[in-house]
């Protein structure tokens, strides 16, 4: 319900040599705290029980076992990245009175459903925000600039404002220049995060958006939207335009795109894995999804009837619902990702 709403990104036959771009090893440490922003595919648990679906069940039936606001069976990219680098994943900053010893990994400021701009009014924090809530935990001492400078930052943002723009009544024809105005705002973000101290910076591409279930769903499950994806490339060259320029201001390279459209499509595209087994046999069709329209993964009904239908091995399945990975699509997405961070984040 939350992913990336709508979501538009490249087409499929576009293709970039590697995951990130503007990887050139900056500082020769390892990350000592991971810090996270933006929306489903990076929240660990922020977004209010009340407010989303990430609660109830099915979600977190793999990992932890019981819903814990992670948009997924289980880990997300979020956890990968964290585990990555010999780190617990951080604590939520809805969490964070749970306990001191839980800030030493860092925070996740991260929320579902939200973006650069607002997208549900004001019920969710949108980035902007997200940094605030940060900033004012520096201005209390609770991080100090040193804490930043020595960790890694993570920045997603997959497609909610498109969404929230469409929603609105937005032209598909007012797209291209709504989609520099995210970008713009991404890059007043990342220069504002950059200041605080940050020095390793990883922001997300947008996935194909096009080839997210809600998406394929009028295909049933067999064909990606290429008018979508058109779409997303786009945002995804502003994205590499907006990083170079910012990169070459500094003369070194603190931010790296994590190429999430690129490690989809291969994903998706490559149905076996390295041994040949079939890993995620029809790639495009959710585990779990509503029985009719108006009702998704988690719904029930005024008795409390679950109207969702759910497969019956996750771990084999790619998609968990209608626009989220499941555990094991974020774990072989990271799979293609891991040459690109041991560049980035670990020691040369």
């Given at each position: 319900?939350?992913?990336?709403?709508?979501?538009?990104?490249?087409?499929?036959?576009?293709?970039?040599?590697?995951?990130?771009?503007?990887?050139?090893?900056?500082?020769?440490?390892r990350p000592?705290?991971?810090?996270?922003?933006?929306?489903?595919?990076?929240?660990?648990?922020?977004?209010?029980?009340?407010?989303?679906?990430?609660?109830?069940?099915?979600?977190?039936?793999?990992?932890?076992?019981?819903?814990?606001?992670?948009?997924?069976?289980?880990?997300?990219?979020?956890?990968?990245?964290?585990?990555?680098?010999?780190?617990?994943?951080?604590?939520?900053y809805t969490?964070?009175?749970?306990?001191?010893?839980?800030?030493?990994?860092?925070?996740?400021?991260?929320?579902?459903?939200?973006?650069?701009?607002?997208?549900?009014?004001?019920?969710?924090?949108?980035?902007?925000?997200?940094?605030?809530?940060?900033?004012?935990?520096?201005?209390?001492?609770?991080?100090?600039?040193?804490?930043?400078?020595?960790?890694?930052?993570?920045?997603?943002?997959?497609?909610?404002?498109?969404?929230?723009?469409?929603?609105?009544?937005?032209?598909?024809?007012?797209?291209?220049?709504?989609?520099?105005?995210?970008?713009?705002?991404?890059?007043?973000?990342?220069?504002?995060?950059r200041r605080?101290?940050?020095?390793?910076?990883?922001?997300?591409?947008?996935?194909?958006?096009?080839?997210?279930?809600?998406?394929?769903?009028?295909?049933?499950?067999?064909?990606?939207?290429?008018?979508?994806?058109?779409?997303?490339?786009?945002?995804?060259?502003?994205?590499?335009?907006?990083?170079?320029?910012?990169?070459?201001?500094?003369?070194?390279?603190?931010?790296?795109?994590?190429?999430?459209?690129?490690?989809?499509?291969?994903?998706?595209?490559?149905?076996?894995?390295?041994?040949?087994?079939?890993?995620?046999?029809?790639?495009?069709?959710?585990?779990?999804?509503?029985?009719?329209?108006?009702?998704?993964?988690?719904?029930?009904?005024?008795?409390?009837?679950?109207?969702?239908?759910?497969?019956?091995?996750?771990?084999?399945?790619?998609?968990?619902?209608?626009?989220?990975?499941?555990?094991?699509?974020?774990?072989?997405?990271?799979?293609?990702?891991?040459?690109?961070?041991?560049?980035?984040?670990?020691?040369?």
């Open positions: 319900m939350f992913a990336g709403y709508l979501c538009v990104q490249g087409s499929s036959h576009h293709r970039h040599q590697h995951h990130f771009h503007d990887s050139r090893q900056v500082y020769g440490f000592t705290k991971l810090f996270v922003f933006g929306d489903s595919y990076a929240d660990t648990g922020n977004i209010r029980k009340s407010f989303a679906d990430s609660w109830k069940e099915p979600y977190g039936s793999t990992f932890p076992g019981k819903p814990a606001g992670r948009f997924s069976d289980g880990r997300i990219l979020t956890d990968y990245l964290a585990k990555f680098l010999g780190l617990k994943s951080p604590v939520t969490w964070m009175n749970l306990g001191k010893q839980k800030w030493l990994n860092g925070m996740n400021f991260a929320y579902g459903g939200s973006g650069v701009f607002n997208t549900f009014g004001d019920l969710l924090p949108n980035m902007s925000t997200q940094i605030d809530f940060f900033e004012k935990l520096m201005n209390d001492s609770v991080y100090t600039k040193w804490d930043l400078q020595s960790s890694a930052v993570l920045v997603s943002l997959t497609g909610n404002d498109y969404g929230t723009y469409l929603a609105n009544g937005g032209a598909f024809q007012g797209l291209a220049s709504f989609i520099s105005k995210v970008i713009n705002q991404l890059e007043v973000n990342l220069k504002r995060v605080l101290g940050a020095r390793k910076i990883v922001v997300t591409s947008l996935p194909p958006l096009g080839c997210l279930p809600r998406s394929t769903e009028t295909s049933s499950f067999k064909k990606c939207n290429i008018t979508e994806n058109i779409a997303v490339s786009y945002h995804n060259l502003l994205l590499q335009q907006a990083v170079a320029k910012l990169n070459n201001k500094t003369g070194n390279s603190t931010i790296s795109i994590v190429d999430l459209f690129r490690s989809f499509t291969t994903v998706i595209e490559q149905k076996q894995d390295y041994l040949g087994n079939l890993k995620f046999e029809t790639p495009l069709k959710p585990c779990c999804i509503g029985k009719s329209d108006g009702y998704f993964c988690g719904s029930v009904d005024d008795k409390g009837a679950k109207m969702y239908t759910l497969c019956h091995d996750p771990k084999s399945v790619f998609f968990w619902d209608s626009s989220h990975p499941t555990e094991a699509g974020w774990q072989a997405m990271f799979t293609t990702l891991k040459p690109s961070f041991d560049r980035i984040l670990k020691y040369q």
